[in-house]
């Protein structure tokens, strides 16, 4: 059981920059491969980007290559999203999700955080 709370969501200007936090809790395995997605309301929820087990992988959606960055330490059990140049379509909530412990590499969501709401103003 690996819990999830992403925070560093907010209110931004277009163009603006934001960095999304996830902390995981419980059996992380020392480290699970994450991802990010995200969802805006009456839209189904939508692949952002993943990070393997040891951070030394990624891969993004391509509606964000070039201005989402995802990164992690996992010594703190932590995964990032760094936001940048946001545009008013990138407006949804934002889920981190963790595959199992055991895979080095993301490939199906185990756990969901919550959600962190990001709102891009025009």
């Known amino acids: 059981q690996v819990r999830l709370v992403e925070s560093g969501g907010g209110l931004v200007q277009a163009g603006g920059s934001l960095r999304l936090s996830c902390a995981a809790s419980g059996r992380t395995f020392g480290g699970n491969a994450m991802g990010w997605f995200r969802q805006a309301p009456g839209k189904e929820r939508e692949f952002v980007g993943a990070i393997s087990r040891g951070g030394l992988v990624t891969n993004y959606a391509d509606s964000v290559k070039g201005r989402f960055t995802i990164s992690r330490d996992n010594a703190k059990n932590t995964v990032f999203l760094q936001m940048n140049s946001l545009k008013p379509e990138d407006t949804a909530v934002y889920y981190c999700?963790?595959?199992?412990?055991?895979?080095?590499?993301?490939?199906?969501?185990?756990?969901w955080g919550q959600g962190t709401q990001v709102t891009v103003s025009s």
């Open positions: 999700a963790a595959e199992e412990g055991g895979s080095r590499y993301f490939r199906n969501a185990h756990y």
